[in-house]
Every structure is written in structure tokens, then in C-alpha cells.
């Protein structure tokens, strides 16, 4: 009998590239119904990593440096369950791009997709902010936790919709770098390891990140209704929040496609002549 090698080495950047292919043409062949439950999971792992972070920044012990540095650590919680556990996330499914500049899926199919898995993951993560109002979660710390929600949406409905679009380009660079190391890694610790400085360092720049956006904006104007940080609740309005997340949303797609997908698709596509 033969022995079996196992290769513990990550994959390279061309066999990484395959998978992430291999992947974006599997979440074209999922049903509508199945993409968005998919997505409502990948919106409340991203909201429970928020939540995460809200809870870790609150204490005013901590310093301005290493509460971001904590609070981003924290926040990894939410990629590390979308990865390791399975769900459609609107922010990795730009990566579908290399699939459509190979040919592999067609503008529908991909469209589709981004449709219902951004619905998907914004239904997921409005759920978990009902259930953490309903929790009282907000009342930790002494209404610490409330008071940071409602300071960190204000934060981020304050700067203009072009720094908003901006940063959304830099988060899903970063994002899209830590699925790819993600469909890199041969093991569960490989993923977590993997992903844990990407997702930290564009949490800690204060990148925006339209997933973690449905989140952080609706538990922060729900704070703010509940009586939490009532100096700053007037600055949260829903026009507001619906610029926040069209800028960051249209940024994170440039960032994932344009940079990241389109970039890698080019680095490792075969030549013509080596195609047949």
C-alpha cells in the first residue's frame, strides 16, 4: 500500500487563484433562496464581530492605539466564522470578478449573486441588531457599550460620501487579501492566522467595510434611541446611513474587483497560447 503525502505547504498564488475561480462558480449555481439565507449568515457573523468590537473599545482604560489594535483583533471574529463556517459575504464575492474576466461565469450570473447576497447579508444583520436591542447588550458597561455604538455611527455618516467611497476601496483590498489567504491555507488555524492582521489593520485604519456598516449604523441609531450617547444622536438620520453604505459599498467593489480580482486574474492567467 502506498503512503500518503500530505502537503502542508499553502497553496501558491496560481493554486489560490483556481480556488477562488472554482468557488465563484459555485456561488452562481446556488438557488436564491440558498444564497440569501447563505448571506444572512455571513451579515450576523460580521455583525457579531462588530459587536465584538464595540464591547472591546468601550473600556476607557485602554489608549487610543491599542483600543484599535484590540477592537480590530476582535472584529476578526466575523471573517474567521464566514471562512471556517460556510456563508456568502458581499465584500469576498467581488473576487467573482477573475471568474468573469476568465470566461468562467457570465455579468447575470455574477450580478445576481451580488444582488441577493447584499440584501442577504443586510436582512442577517439587521436581524442580530433586533436581537441584541432585545438582549440589552447596549447596557454593558454601564451603557459604555451604547454610548461607543452610537460615537462609532456617528463617525462614520460624518465624513463626506467621496473619503467614504475612498476608504471602502482600501477596506476590501485588505478584505479581499485575507479570503484569498483564506482559500490559501490548508488548515482551520492556517485561515484564522491568515486573516488576523488584514482584517485588524483595516479596522484599525478606519476603512469603511459596507457589511460591517449594516451593522455598526443600525445599532448605533437604535443606541441612540434607547438614550445612549444622546450628545451626538442628533448626527444619525437615515439618509445618513443610506449615503454611508452606498459609498462604501460602491468603494468595496472597486477595491475587490478592480484591485484585488482583476489584478490577480492578470498575474496568473495562462497565455493564449497555452490555453488550449
Not at 476578526?76 to 471568474?99: K, Q
Not at 436581537?131 to 460624518?158: C, H, S, Y
Amino acid at each position: 500500500m502506498s503512503d500518503t503525502i500530505i502537503n502542508i505547504n499553502a497553496l501558491t498564488p496560481a493554486e489560490t487563484e483556481e480556488a477562488v475561480n472554482q468557488a465563484g462558480e459555485t456561488k452562481t449555481r446556488l438557488t436564491g433562496a440558498k444564497a440569501f439565507v447563505s448571506a444572512m449568515f455571513a451579515g450576523m457573523f460580521i455583525g457579531f464581530g462588530a459587536l465584538f468590537f464595540l464591547i472591546i473599545t468601550s473600556d476607557p482604560a485602554l489608549t487610543w492605539g491599542p483600543k484599535r489594535f484590540l477592537g480590530g483583533l476582535a472584529f476578526c471574529m466575523g471573517l474567521v466564522l464566514v471562512l471556517c463556517c460556510g456563508a456568502e459575504l458581499f465584500t469576498g464575492n467581488s473576487l467573482m470578478a477573475s471568474d468573469l474576466a476568465s470566461k468562467r461565469i457570465s455579468w447575470p450570473a455574477m450580478l445576481r449573486n451580488w444582488v441577493i447576497v447584499w440584501f442577504g447579508n443586510f436582512a442577517g444583520a439587521l436581524l442580530l441588531v433586533t436581537l441584541i436591542a432585545l438582549a440589552g447588550t447596549m447596557g454593558l458597561n454601564d451603557g459604555a457599550v451604547g454610548a461607543t455604538a452610537v460615537a462609532t455611527a456617528v463617525g462614520k455618516v460624518t465624513p463626506g460620501w467621496g473619503v467614504l467611497f475612498v476608504r471602502g476601496i482600501l477596506c476590501n483590498i485588505l478584505v479581499c487579501l485575507a479570503v484569498r489567504v483564506g482559500f490559501s491555507a490548508r488548515s482551520v488555524a492556517d485561515k484564522v492566522l491568515g486573516i488576523l492582521l488584514p482584517i485588524a489593520g483595516f479596522v484599525a485604519m478606519g476603512f469603511e467595510h459596507c457589511v460591517a456598516n449594516m451593522f455598526f449604523l443600525p445599532i448605533g441609531l437604535v443606541s441612540s434611541l434607547m438614550g445612549y450617547g444622546t450628545d451626538a444622536a442628533g448626527a444619525l438620520t437615515v439618509p445618513g446611513i443610506l449615503a454611508n453604505l452606498s459609498a462604501a459599498t460602491l468603494g468595496n467593489i472597486v477595491g475587490g474587483t478592480v484591485v484585488v480580482a482583476l489584478g490577480y486574474w492578470f498575474i496568473n492567467r495562462r497565455p493564449a497560447a497555452q490555453a488550449v
